[in-house]
């Protein structure tokens, strides 16, 4: 697992972590499977991003992402967690935390976007995000899904009718400030990010599994890229690898060998 945001919405930039004297974890096979670390971030300068253009999902007509976050103080300010730009439009998908607790994700324009409930979020805690788009949903408010703690946290929709992942996709950034909308880099851990290219309704609570990160590789859905503290390596900075070989590294910027931690979901 891996990271700790600031409320902020931002690029990210990542680079892989590994402890002296501690071998990689694997991110199949249930029996070496471990969720023992995560990322934090201080909310000043960290932040994480792809060594290249993420372009990996572009095109796809279901995407799942995944990942658990903590935020020491929701409130303190809005959290920018997950970023893809676009070379086109404003970004192909963002994801951020306003400081009311309330999720937000847009995907092409900030005109398409769908939140959850106030509160969803809460000081301190672990909690598991899931977003759901699936292309070939007809009902355009229907077509992407929030769902936090295993449970769709529903409150408002205006969607377009977009029926594929958008191209042109760029970098991936993770906590890093969006620049004229005065998000700044967030403060706040990130642990176990994937994405899917398949799955159902289902999927994010086999995920939340009562509140404790499972091997992911042993759900009914696996997903298409993964990315894992315990895999990480350090070198200056962290560099992440996909565990499934599909996309691109996570590079991060302005992090120490300590942002690894040993705090997790349990």
């Given at each position: ?101 309330q999720c937000e994700v847009t995907m092409n324009t900030g005109g398409s976007f769908v939140r959850s409930n106030t509160g969803a979020i809460t000081d301190n ?132 060998e300590a942002d690894r931690v040993e705090d997790v979901p349990s």
């Amino acid at each position: 697992g891996w990271g700790k945001f600031q409320n902020t919405i931002g690029a990210a930039s990542v680079y892989a972590v590994s402890y002296a004297g501690e071998t990689a974890l694997s991110a199949s096979g249930g029996g070496s499977f471990a969720d023992t670390t995560s990322f934090s971030f201080d909310g000043v300068d960290e932040r994480f991003q792809s060594s290249s253009n993420f372009t990996c999902l572009d095109g796809e007509g279901y995407v799942g992402v995944s990942f658990w976050v903590k935020i020491p103080d929701v409130s303190a300010e809005a959290s920018n967690i997950l970023e893809i730009d676009n070379s086109v439009s404003s970004s192909s998908l963002l994801f951020f935390i306003r400081t009311s607790g309330q999720c937000e994700v847009t995907m092409n324009t900030g005109g398409s976007f769908v939140r959850s409930n106030t509160g969803a979020i809460t000081d301190n805690t672990w909690h598991h995000v899931f977003l759901r788009y699936d292309g070939s949903i007809s009902n355009r408010f229907d077509k992407m899904r929030i769902f936090v703690d295993g449970s769709l946290n529903h409150l408002v929709s205006n969607f377009s009718n977009i029926n594929s992942f958008p191209s042109n996709s760029t970098d991936l950034k993770l906590a890093n400030a969006l620049g004229t909308q005065h998000f700044r880099h967030a403060n706040c851990f990130i642990n176990e990010l994937a994405f899917y290219t398949s799955g159902d309704d289902t999927l994010p609570n086999e995920i939340y599994n009562n509140g404790t990160a499972n091997n992911l590789d042993d759900n009914t859905f696996t997903p298409f890229a993964w990315y894992r503290s315990e895999n990480a390596t350090y070198s200056g900075g962290w560099t992440m690898t996909d565990a499934k070989s599909n996309c691109s590294d996570l590079v991060s910027a302005n992090m120490e060998e300590a942002d690894r931690v040993e705090d997790v979901p349990s």
